[in-house]
């Protein structure tokens, strides 16, 4: 059973850019949490999302940030127009329930 | 709000040396608690848990006891090795708020041989 999977681990976008993160739950899983942690700092919570649902969006940025969950396939976050403060690594994790959250590599994205 | 207090870090200990990372809580009803342990480059895991009072989670030679009288669940491991230097998080949730994970900032830990 793969654990939780995200692409790219590493992406280098040019500022303006758009910067389109995956993340793969674990198999039977349909919970996903996406949350940011810049260097040397914790974890900020995004955005939760379930399937075809966004549930708690509080955590994300009005502008240029958006996130889905479809049915099929894995989980979006999606950057529009990318500055240098987006730089960051960018968590997901999964969950069913009142099982633990398992926790994705990270995606390292790099604005230049 | 709910919210999770970590002492600040960095902790810098030797080898061998007793190790606590104190955690307090904040929260309304019976959250479940959460250790996660980052090692460099690396996402989080899951290092222990507990989900009711009094009930002691440990792995890997960690143990925090889950104390509602004092809302608090350090982390405790009697010797410490070079290969535990991490960043540890404390976290909890609430079955009534979807099981959303309400993090402490994480205490970074340097172990000296």
């Known amino acids: 059973n793969a654990g939780v999977m995200q692409n790219p681990r590493h992406l280098v976008r040019r500022r303006g850019q758009e910067a389109r993160l995956r993340c793969s739950p674990m198999k039977g899983h349909s919970h996903v949490y996406w949350y940011r942690q810049l260097p040397e700092e914790g974890l900020k919570f995004m955005v939760y999302?379930?399937?075809?649902?966004?549930?708690?969006e509080s955590g994300m940025p009005k502008e240029r940030f958006s996130a889905e969950f479809p049915k099929e396939g894995p989980s979006i976050l999606r950057i529009q127009q990318v500055v240098r403060g987006d730089s960051a690594a960018y968590f997901c994790?999964?969950?069913?329930?009142?099982?633990?959250?398992?926790f994705g590599q990270g995606t390292r994205l790099t604005v230049v | 709000g709910d919210s999770v207090t970590q002492m600040e870090g960095p902790v810098t200990l030797s080898e061998e040396a007793f190790l606590t990372i104190n955690c307090t809580y904040t929260?309304?009803?019976?959250?479940?608690l959460f250790w996660y342990v980052q090692y460099p480059g690396e996402g989080l895991q899951l290092l222990l848990k507990?989900?009711?009072a009094d009930d002691k989670g440990s792995n890997k030679g960690f143990e925090a006891t889950y104390r509602k009288e004092t809302t608090s669940f350090h982390l405790e491991k009697g010797s410490v090795q070079v290969s535990d230097s991490a960043v540890y998080f404390c976290a909890l949730s609430r079955p009534d708020s979807n099981y959303q994970l309400i993090w402490g900032a994480g205490t970074k830990l340097i172990i000296k041989p």
């Open positions: 994790a999964s969950f069913q329930d009142n099982t633990e959250a398992f």
């Open positions: 999302l379930q399937k075809e649902n966004i549930i708690d």
């Open positions: 929260a309304t009803g019976y959250p479940s």
């Open positions: 507990a989900t009711k």
